[in-house]
């Protein structure tokens, strides 16, 4: 089966053709570099990896190029440095060195290229003059307003084709700043203007600072050409920066095709509230790796089909953790490399690959591994669980799961585990003492729950066993 792929702007799922399957192209929006990557972001690099994977997967290593940019000039990147009193390079350089960390304790592969935007002016301010010359940008006028670059949102007949807004929605979008110097409330800035205290560059219209919106439309140009194959990015970005994307990128190519397939992961909220600072309910990726291994945080991500939303509990995060204990387990059962050469591997692994290939389902593929494993535990064939075994392994790595040596995975998560059984029967006694029965009760539930049973000794101490 070819790969399917849901696509914005067509709404609808479509088989993916790419351009030159020689050179298949993807380009990800990739981080603000101002604060760690909350586990939202995460959702999105994890996603887009592993389409990523599956790319390579079908086209072939060597024929998948994967972009995603660091956004290292922003005016949330100003306004952060300035609250913690920290010079911006030393901001930016150190939260993309956190990203990185964050990234790979997830299992997120690094993309082929990862443009910044601070090396990519030139670019711009070059995408910004071919824009004003064919007349869908203009310089703002006036002395206070001076150096402004705007697209004239009038000029592209096509504009709103990704969102299918109304002109009106558009202007009254959240987003959408109306400004004295703008033409059309609808423009957007290109170019603006550097006070002396926040980073500038030279340009035709002053020292000054590119807007948001240029910066991947150049990014994208430099490193991917003028059409590719996949854009992606959350759901958030389709308006307005995805769609000032288009318009900047096709006017600037005298309309010829920007992307194919524009690909947008679902929302994640924390125990059903929208994730907010304010509300206390946020994540960043490094505090939840305090709370399970990357690999189960990953899985958990993958637990709901990337367009859905996601809705994070520390229930899915604990089911996650169980599930991989399950899966390493079964590659611990003896395993003969000799049977794994066999073409019952590859004929075992396509119904999670086809999964995959139907729009990324996550969710369904993991099934396919739990129903790989039942098949493992059950049969008393060697050969027949050695291919079995492989295809386990290769449908995990699809995903970015089961790279580890089972034993070390085995070990490091029956110790977290203990432990955390440890503070469990710790927390049941200071119940009982206090004679909170119930509290006490649930304590005890909840661990049955987990397969783990307790039981009380006459001297007042708690032992606990596995059910298995
Ligand atoms: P940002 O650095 O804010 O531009 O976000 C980086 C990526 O994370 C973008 O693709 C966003 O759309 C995505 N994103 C941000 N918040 C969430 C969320 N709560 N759930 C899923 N994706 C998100
Ligand atoms: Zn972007």
């Not at 150190?94 to 990862?114: C, K, N, Q, S, Y």
């Not at 307003?145 to 807004?165: C, I, K, M, Q, W």
């Amino acid at each position: 089966m070819p790969l399917v792929l849901y696509n914005s702007a067509t709404r609808r799922k479509e088989p993916f053709e790419p351009i030159d399957p020689q050179r298949v192209r993807m380009y990800v929006c990739g981080p603000t570099v101002y604060d760690r990557a909350h586990i939202g972001n995460g959702r999105a690099f994890v996603v887009f990896d592993v389409l990523y994977r599956l790319l390579r997967d079908i086209y072939g290593r060597d024929h998948v190029r994967y972009v995603r940019n660091i956004t290292d000039v922003e005016d949330k990147i100003n306004a952060a440095a300035r609250a913690n009193g920290e010079p911006i390079a030393a901001l930016t350089a150190r939260t993309a060195a956190a990203f990185h960390d964050d990234m790979a304790a997830l299992g997120v592969l690094p993309p082929d290229v990862e443009p910044r935007a601070t090396d990519h002016i030139a670019q711009m301010i070059a995408m910004i003059e071919r824009l004003i010359a064919s007349g869908h940008a203009y310089v703002a006028n006036g002395n206070e307003e001076a150096g402004h670059v705007l697209f004239a949102v009038a000029s592209d007949p096509g504009y709103g084709r990704l969102s299918g807004r109304s002109r009106d929605e558009m202007i009254a979008g959240a987003r959408v700043e109306v400004a004295p110097y703008k033409r059309d409330p609808a423009d957007f800035v290109l170019w603006k203007p550097s006070e002396p205290d926040v980073p500038g560059w030279d340009s035709p219209w002053g020292r000054g600072r590119p807007g948001w919106h240029i910066e991947c439309s150049a990014m994208s140009e430099a490193h991917l050409g003028e059409s590719f194959d996949i854009h992606g990015g959350g759901l958030d970005l389709i308006f307005p920066h995805h769609e000032n994307e288009i318009a900047q990128s096709v006017c600037a190519h005298q309309g010829r095709p920007f992307v194919r397939y524009w690909v947008h992961n679902g929302f994640l909220s924390i125990d059903a509230a929208k994730m907010s600072k304010s509300l206390g309910n946020f994540f960043t990726v490094r505090e939840l790796l305090d709370e399970g291994p990357g690999e189960a945080i990953r899985l958990a991500l993958l637990s709901a089909h990337y367009r859905d939303p996601l809705d994070w509990t520390s229930e899915r995060l604990r089911r996650a953790r169980q599930t991989l204990d399950r899966f390493y387990r079964a590659l611990t059962l003896s395993r003969d490399p000799v049977f794994e050469r066999f073409g019952e591997a590859d004929e075992a692994l396509r119904p999670v690959k086809e999964a995959l290939e139907d729009d990324l389902n996550t969710p369904l593929a993991v099934t396919r591994l739990h129903e790989l494993v039942g098949a493992i535990n059950r049969t008393s064939s060697d050969a027949v669980r050695s291919a079995l075994q492989r295809a386990l392994e290769e449908g995990g790595r699809l995903m970015g799961l089961l790279e580890q040596d089972p034993l070390a995975w085995l070990r490091g998560s029956s110790e977290a585990d203990e432990r955390r059984i440890e503070e469990q029967i710790a927390l049941r006694a200071a119940a009982r003492g206090q004679r909170h029965f119930a509290e006490a009760d649930k304590i005890r539930a909840a661990l049955a729950a987990d397969g783990i049973l307790l039981e009380d000794k006459p001297d007042g101490t708690t032992t606990w066993w596995r059910k298995d």
